[in-house]
């Protein structure tokens, strides 16, 4: 197990900047740091990647700094050459862990980044590693009450969740978690930090800059949240998002019939998807075309408690609403693969054209034996979290959701499966409805995003037709920030360190010089083999 590392701001003086691996370049100014690294916790991190970690300990709510503190986990590899910087990262969720992020990445991302900057990710608060958001948990029941923490009555969840550490679900939020970073750049002992943000993390990069802009040295943002839409819009146009990338999936699939034999067209491959969905169980989640002659002509039936709102309407009891919020979340979450392997394993391939063609050869498996699941199943797992991923995303995105939900679309999205409409619609409008949070009304308001006052102008990145975070959220986001947007093409979820070169490249120009030299790229190449 990792030793525990918290040491007091007044321990300052006995800590030397070469912790941190040597000096900073100019625009840094390294003052003594307070984070002391060691072994990492016990299955976080690669072995033999040259990790290291720390215990930093920050206060528990910032408006009230003198009061509870909590422990964050903090990552580190070094800079093997002259240093030019601290480049800190975050991966997404909400509710991703972070501590492996760059030994994940250490054969696939320039080595240049690795010789001149210490790569360092802060694991977010209430996170395992980052004193868990518990609520209502035992030895005996390590979920408890976790397990309806994305919706239902507000007030029995904060009582379950303030047994354990009173007042902690309502810190868990964006800016809080942004706040922390800025205590782990103080604990590293450095001036300014440069940021790596992908899909939400591009979001809570946005937060920090707009809080502590002196702080950011240069700022690389992919596959980036719309900052207007934060939390029900972003969530359901994300449901719509994936049809474009679908197409180019089957499509790409059909090129290759004589190595998949699914089909030699977009559209047959896509009636061989629809009827292993089917065959699975996944009724509606097949229906991706307009609406057939008739209601007979649904792929599926459909699923409760939907069925029991199309016959009697939605009355809003507890029973029902419950039922309502756990199809929600499982449809936010992807987690319909546990039932319908191939639904969760598209769902996956959609993020990065790395996962098409093994994501084909796993269809082709499950088309010649339909069970034989178990590649599928091996492809969603690939996104997995542990479960307090589950519950720190439940809580940021109830916590501050800035969109009213809208009940009323309820009942348009039953009507859109019941005449079979296309289901990427229907599932948009469920979580426009703002069902996924029940009573729980935020806490918090989201912090005005804005670049104004960064002394080097943010580098954005975003995929012409990415599946998870819509393209319009790239150009929004460099609006509020002022930032330059690269526009990539193909529909790639997070696009730098996948062997693009045109890619990798500009990122690296910006983070040594702090300008950007192109406006378009080509997608990533796929790899062969």
């Given at each position: 197990?990792?030793?525990?590392?918290?040491?007091?701001?007044?321990?300052?003086?006995?800590?030397?900047?070469?912790?941190?691996?040597?000096?900073?370049?100019?625009?840094?100014?390294?003052?003594?740091?307070?984070?002391?690294?060691?072994?990492?916790?016990?299955?976080?991190?690669?072995?033999?990647?040259?990790?290291?970690?720390?215990?930093?300990?920050?206060?528990?709510?910032?408006?009230?700094?003198?009061?509870?503190?909590?422990?964050?986990?903090?990552?580190?590899?070094?800079?093997?050459?002259?240093?030019?910087?601290?480049?800190?990262?975050?991966?997404?969720?909400?509710?991703a862990?972070?501590?492996?992020?760059?030994?994940?990445?250490?054969?696939?991302?320039?080595?240049?980044?690795g010789?001149?900057?210490?790569?360092?990710?802060?694991?977010?608060?209430?996170?395992?590693?980052?004193?868990?958001?518990?609520?209502g948990?035992?030895?005996?029941?390590?979920?408890?009450?976790?397990?309806?923490?994305?919706?239902?009555?507000?007030?029995?969840?904060?009582?379950?969740?303030?047994?354990?550490?009173?007042?902690?679900?309502?810190?868990?939020?964006?800016?809080?978690?942004?706040?922390?970073?800025?205590?782990?750049?103080?604990?590293?002992?450095?001036?300014?930090?440069?940021?790596?943000?992908?899909?939400?993390?591009?979001?809570?990069?946005?937060?920090?800059?707009?809080?502590?802009p002196?702080?950011?040295?240069r700022?690389?943002?992919?596959?980036?949240?719309?900052?207007?839409?934060?939390?029900?819009?972003?969530?359901?146009?994300?449901?719509?998002?994936?049809?474009?990338?679908?197409?180019?999936?089957?499509?790409?699939?059909?090129?290759?019939?004589?190595?998949?034999?699914?089909?030699?067209?977009?559209?047959?491959?896509?009636?061989?998807?629809?009827?292993?969905?089917?065959?699975?169980?996944?009724?509606?989640?097949?229906n991706?075309?307009?609406?057939?002659?008739?209601?007979?002509?649904?792929?599926?039936?459909?699923?409760?408690?939907?069925?029991?709102?199309?016959?009697?309407?939605?009355?809003?009891?507890?029973?029902?609403?419950?039922?309502?919020?756990?199809?929600?979340?499982?449809?936010?979450?992807?987690?319909?693969?546990?039932?319908?392997?191939?639904?969760?394993?598209?769902?996956?391939?959609?993020?990065?054209?790395?996962?098409?063609?093994?994501?084909?050869?796993?269809?082709?498996?499950?088309?010649?034996?339909?069970?034989?699941v178990?590649?599928?199943?091996?492809?969603?797992?690939?996104?997995?979290?542990?479960?307090?991923?589950?519950?720190?995303?439940?809580?940021?995105?109830?916590?501050?959701?800035?969109?009213?939900g809208?009940?009323?679309?309820?009942?348009?999205?039953?009507?859109?499966?019941?005449?079979?409409?296309?289901?990427?619609?229907?599932?948009?409008?469920?979580?426009?409805?703002?069902?996924?949070?029940?009573?729980?009304?935020?806490?918090?308001?989201?912090?005005?995003?804005?670049?104004?006052?960064?002394?080097?102008?943010p580098?954005?990145?975003?995929?012409?037709?990415?599946?998870?975070t819509?393209?319009?959220?790239?150009?929004?986001?460099?609006?509020?920030?002022?930032?330059?947007l690269?526009?990539?093409?193909?529909?790639?979820?997070?696009?730098?360190?996948?062997?693009?070169?045109?890619v990798?490249?500009?990122?690296?120009?910006?983070?040594?010089?702090?300008?950007?030299?192109?406006?378009?790229?080509?997608?990533?190449?796929?790899?062969?083999?």
């Amino acid at each position: 197990m990792m030793r525990t590392l918290r040491i007091s701001r007044l321990a300052t003086a006995l800590f030397t900047a070469t912790l941190l691996g040597g000096s900073i370049a100019t625009g840094f100014a390294d003052a003594a740091p307070v984070a002391a690294f060691g072994a990492c916790p016990d299955g976080s991190v690669l072995p033999n990647r040259g990790v290291r970690c720390a215990v930093v300990s920050v206060p528990m709510n910032y408006a009230d700094p003198d009061g509870p503190r909590i422990d964050l986990t903090v990552s580190r590899i070094a800079a093997t050459e002259q240093r030019l910087g601290v480049i800190v990262a975050n991966p997404g969720g909400p509710g991703a862990d972070t501590l492996d992020y760059w030994a994940q990445r250490v054969d696939t991302l320039p080595a240049e980044l690795g010789a001149h900057y210490d790569r360092v990710a802060v694991q977010p608060r209430g996170l395992r590693w980052a004193t868990p958001l518990r609520c209502g948990a035992d030895s005996n029941n390590p979920e408890g009450e976790q397990v309806s923490l994305g919706g239902g009555n507000r007030d029995v969840i904060k009582k379950a969740c303030d047994a354990a550490l009173p007042g902690y679900l309502d810190t868990i939020t964006t800016e809080s978690t942004a706040r922390d970073l800025d205590e782990v750049r103080a604990a590293l002992g450095v001036e300014r930090i440069s940021y790596l943000g992908t899909s939400y993390g591009t979001y809570l990069g946005a937060v920090y800059a707009s809080l502590f802009p002196a702080r950011v040295d240069r700022m690389v943002l992919d596959s980036n949240v719309d900052p207007d839409w934060v939390w029900t819009e972003e969530f359901a146009q994300q449901q719509v998002a994936g049809k474009q990338r679908l197409d180019d999936l089957f499509a790409w699939i059909a090129e290759h019939h004589e190595r998949y034999g699914l089909g030699d067209t977009a559209f047959q491959v896509y009636q061989n998807w629809v009827r292993l969905v089917v065959n699975q169980g996944g009724g509606w989640y097949a229906n991706l075309t307009p609406p057939p002659a008739s209601v007979s002509d649904l792929p599926g039936k459909l699923p409760e408690p939907l069925a029991d709102i199309a016959r009697d309407g939605f009355n809003g009891s507890m029973e029902q609403s419950g039922k309502v919020q756990n199809l929600l979340r499982t449809l936010v979450s992807g987690g319909a693969s546990a039932q319908v392997p191939l639904v969760g394993a598209t769902a996956v391939a959609t993020y990065t054209r790395t996962f098409w063609p093994v994501f084909a050869k796993a269809m082709a498996e499950a088309n010649t034996d339909p069970a034989n699941v178990a590649q599928l199943l091996a492809i969603e797992g690939a996104t997995s979290t542990d479960p307090t991923g589950r519950f720190v995303f439940a809580a940021i995105t109830c916590n501050e959701n800035a969109v009213p939900g809208r009940p009323e679309l309820l009942g348009a999205a039953v009507a859109t499966i019941a005449t079979g409409g296309n289901a990427m619609d229907a599932r948009a409008d469920m979580v426009r409805s703002g069902m996924s949070c029940g009573s729980w009304r935020p806490v918090a308001k989201p912090v005005p995003i804005t670049g104004r006052d960064l002394r080097t102008p943010p580098l954005l990145l975003q995929s012409r037709h990415d599946a998870l975070t819509q393209y319009e959220g790239g150009p929004a986001m460099a609006r509020a920030l002022n930032g330059s947007l690269v526009t990539v093409e193909g529909g790639d979820h997070g696009t730098f360190g996948r062997g693009n070169s045109a890619v990798d490249d500009a990122v690296m120009t910006y983070l040594r010089t702090g300008l950007v030299n192109i406006s378009h790229a080509d997608q990533a190449p796929l790899p062969t083999g």
